[in-house]
């Protein structure tokens, strides 16, 4: 079993910053790749960041130039500092991860989620 625990949601004014983590644990060979989502009332689940091990970040069109999602791979947790914070930043934020254990290879396993608020 892998569980991810996120932490450091929310509330906020505008324009300004919050940091989420999140931390795997359990039965894990390798973290292949770790990622947050965010999913708003009435909207569906969509990527904001993610780091592919190796890789470069990737980053929704909409938070280029205001978030950073950085890992540490000794703690096999990744951040997500998100600055200059807008209303439409207001989601549930999920973390997510692809996780090669012992018995199985690239499974999906997702945080319980954390509420970020930006008020106006």
């Known amino acids: 079993q892998v569980q991810l625990v996120e932490s450091g949601g929310g509330l906020v004014q505008a324009g300004g910053s919050l940091r989420l983590s999140c931390a795997a644990s359990?039965?894990?060979?390798?973290?292949?790749?770790m990622g947050w989502y965010r999913q708003a009332p009435g909207k569906q689940r969509e990527l904001v960041a993610n780091?592919?091990?190796?890789?470069?970040?990737n980053y929704a069109d909409s938070v280029k130039g205001r978030f950073t999602i950085s890992r540490d791979n000794a703690k096999n947790t990744v951040y997500l500092q998100m600055n200059s914070l807008k209303p439409e930043d207001t989601a549930v934020y999920y973390c997510k991860a692809e996780v090669d254990s012992r018995y199985y290879v690239g499974t999906y396993h997702w945080g319980q989620g954390t509420q970020v608020t930006v008020s106006s």
């Open positions: 359990g039965s894990i060979f390798r973290i292949n790749a």
């Open positions: 780091i592919i091990s190796g890789g470069s970040p």
